[in-house]
């Protein structure tokens, strides 16, 4: 879709160009304040990150209680973000994005 018909579709739309080197830049120091959680933390280019919970959910209190520490923080920083927990990245990264929701139980993908 062009600009002008996007600005057509929303009126007060604004437009930015993209800055990908920054966008890069700004993910990995969210995956580095994201070792506040997990020492295993990865970058999923563009927009994602891999935060491996296994051994430190019990810290938060659970995958629940950990779940809503990164969502609300992510919040009060004005960053939009979906989150989900799996047994597996594929599985995490696809219910994220997709699905409803956000602790999927051991041995499912839904």
Excluded at 36 to 44: C, K
């Amino acid at each position: 879709m062009t600009i002008a018909h996007a600005q057509s579709l929303v009126p007060g739309l604004h437009i930015h160009d993209a800055m990908p080197v920054e966008d890069e830049a700004a993910l990995a120091r969210l995956a580095l304040w994201c070792t506040r959680y997990s020492p295993l933390v990865a970058t999923d280019p563009p927009d994602g990150l891999f935060i491996d919970i296994a051994g430190s959910a019990h810290l938060f209190k659970g995958q629940t209680a950990l779940l809503q520490d990164v969502k609300s923080r992510m919040a009060a920083s004005k960053i939009a973000a979906r989150a989900a927990v799996a047994d597996t990245p594929g599985c995490a990264w696809a219910v994220a994005r997709y699905g409803k929701e956000e602790i999927v139980a051991p041995g499912r993908c839904v």
